[in-house]
């Protein structure tokens, strides 16, 4: 049996939810579950409001225009992530500038961040990396508007308050493979009434609710369906039991993986992490990687560093060789919410055999 790198836990409530969405033919972005689900993350990730999007890559679009940011603003982003934030950046017409990792982090370092801001600096997009805060206070010391990328930190805290509830705007991601999941959706949270308001009205094609067809302001359509919703409030109802349950995992890996020379994914004492995809580095990785996949084990290379990637070349401004270092050496290992324990001890046994063969030198 392979085991994959991500997998999914949808209970009967998301089914329940999910064919009384359909029954009521409400299968567009109206509904009643769209509201419901909302409420729930708004009370999740500590927000006055929330808007649900159909991904967490238009979540991020919408916060950039309901902030104005355009052409000819620049927005900070921090050099190693999943490519959407720097990707939205772009789609809206401004400039991306690359901030290296704290090592210690794995996020933004605060101390880049400084030495990159303009008077062009419209914006810092913080991704909490792989279920990492970023270290808000002194990212918000630089006093520019924060859109936080919570994406992969559903259930991560910094100095006790949750992710999601940092700068002007934050966004989360509801794919298939993050912690609560709806397929594809998004949302957008913010305490900011004028704000919320703006984006309601941007991701439902700029038309104001009190006269159809009357648009005043540019506008997509970003809608999530009620049924995405549906799905969406049976995973959000059971958030403590989701991102628990892959705590109980990461503890798990990191009582068997304790003595292999592997380095783990570092955690800031102010942090409390939420783990999505439990990460490890080593100088062989591409060896471990093979070995893996031999044992039938999904385990894979961390993303590339962003300003090695051709769309972004032209815009690096500093070489940010933390990002470089973990994009080549790190690699994410099978991780999902009730994991079997047979299946951690299978991806830690294979592990530790191929670590050993690495340890002795060939010919011996
Ligand atoms: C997954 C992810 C996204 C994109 O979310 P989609 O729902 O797949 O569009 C954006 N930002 C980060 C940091 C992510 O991990």
Redesign the pocket.
């Known amino acids: 049996m392979k085991v994959p790198l991500s997998s999914l836990s949808l209970s009967a409530l998301e089914r329940t939810y999910a064919f009384e969405a359909i029954e009521t033919g409400w299968i567009s972005g109206t509904g009643s579950f769209i509201r419901a689900f909302e409420e729930e993350l708004a009370r999740r990730i500590e927000r006055r409001h929330v808007v649900a999007v159909s991904?967490?890559?238009t979540a991020?679009e919408l916060a950039l225009l309901g902030l104005g940011i355009g052409a000819g603003d620049e927005v900070v982003v921090p050099a190693l992530?999943?490519v959407?934030?720097a990707a939205m950046v772009r789609a809206v017409g401004a400039t991306p500038v690359f901030a290296d990792l704290d090592p210690a982090t794995w996020t933004l370092d605060p101390a880049h961040v400084g030495r990159l801001i303009t008077e062009r600096t419209r914006a810092i997009l913080t991704?909490d990396v792989l279920g990492h805060p970023c270290d808000y206070d002194r990212l918000a010391a630089f006093g520019l508007p924060i859109v936080e990328?919570a994406?992969?930190a559903h259930g991560a805290r910094y100095k006790g308050r949750a992710a999601g509830s940092f700068g002007a705007v934050s966004t989360l991601?509801?794919?298939a493979n993050?912690t609560i999941a709806t397929g594809?959706?998004?949302c957008v949270g913010t305490d900011d009434e004028a704000l919320h308001e703006r984006m309601r009205l941007i991701a439902n094609h700029g038309m104001t609710p009190e006269r159809p067809y009357w648009h005043p302001v540019l506008g997509r359509n970003f809608r999530m369906t009620n049924v995405t919703a549906a799905i969406g409030l049976g995973q959000v109802q059971r958030w403590d039991e989701l991102v628990e349950a892959r705590r109980a995992v990461a503890a798990a890996y990191d009582e068997r993986l304790r003595d292999l020379p592997l380095t783990r994914r570092p955690v800031a004492p102010w942090a409390t992490e939420a783990c999505w995809l439990y990460t490890v580095s080593h100088p062989h990785r591409a060896r471990l990687l093979d070995e893996l996949r031999g044992a039938g084990i999904d385990a894979r290379a961390i993303w590339t560093d962003l300003p090695s990637l051709p769309p972004y070349r032209p815009f690096v401004r500093e070489e940010c060789p933390v990002a470089r270092r973990v994009s080549e050496t790190s690699m994410w290992l099978p991780t999902w919410s009730f994991m079997e324990e047979e299946t951690i001890d299978r991806v830690a046994g294979a592990l530790n055999s191929v670590l050993k063969g690495i340890a002795e030198p060939a010919g011996t």
Do not use: L
């Open positions: 991904s967490g890559t991020v992530t999943f959407a934030p991704v990328d994406a992969q991601s509801f794919h993050k594809e959706g998004g």
